[in-house]
């Protein structure tokens, strides 16, 4: 499990295309690494599956994996969003984020408001039914709030999509990936997970 509070940057510095399935090294700045740990990367739950003393870690991304996220963009260079798993005594300064992505979204327009950024992005129609104004969303593995929610097909989206919109502090702008997306760059998209658990309920009971 993990929060959405990013805690370091990492940099690709190999990115192996092995037949249908993806096999990327990191270099995390964790010098403490384990065997096997999870680590949420751009958003998504990875295994280290072999790591050195300097804090690079090599992680295999499946089939699976890539159709269902933005990681098969990823190449030697890149710039990624690293976040551990939390422990027991970790402050839970963000949400309950899974590791486990919902869709993808792609970048719509950035807009500059005093210091802060005021970001848009288009989302699939399938998760409109998970997200509330205030409520939170994880987008790239960051914790962030929802400012506006639209509705599917409204303000220029195609009908099987929509836009949310939310207000970037400058600390997040400057210490996450959210600064280096150009315009209809994708990025992973996890909904809360507890919306799902109500919806499900809601249909079962």
């Not at 400057?174 to 280096?180: A, R, Y």
């Not at 990025?187 to 997970?193: A, G, L, S």
């Amino acid at each position: 499990m993990f929060s959405g509070i990013i805690e370091h940057q990492g940099r690709i510095t190999a990115a192996r295309r092995l037949d249908r399935d993806l096999d990327i090294t990191v270099a995390t700045g964790i010098p403490d690494l384990t065997m096997g740990e999870s680590i949420a990367v751009n958003g998504v739950c990875l295994t280290v599956t072999s790591f050195d003393a300097a804090g690079t870690a090599t992680f295999f991304i499946s089939s699976e994996t890539l159709d269902r996220t933005a990681l098969g963009r990823l190449a030697s260079g890149h710039t990624v969003n690293l976040e551990r798993a939390v422990t027991p005594t970790t402050r839970l300064s963000g949400h309950i984020v899974q590791g486990h992505v919902d869709g993808t979204g792609r970048l719509a327009a950035v807009r500059q408001e005093g210091e802060a950024r005021h970001i848009t992005f288009t989302v699939p129609a399938r998760l409109r039914r998970y997200l509330v104004e205030k409520g939170s969303i994880t987008i790239d593995g960051i914790s962030l709030t929802l400012n506006d929610v639209g509705a599917p097909g409204e303000g220029g989206c195609d009908a099987d999509e929509f836009r949310i919109a939310l207000m970037i502090i400058p600390h997040t702008w400057d210490h996450t990936t959210l600064g280096t997306l150009q315009a209809g760059d994708p990025v992973n998209i996890e909904v809360d997970v507890i919306a799902k658990y109500v919806e499900s309920v809601c249909q079962y009971r």
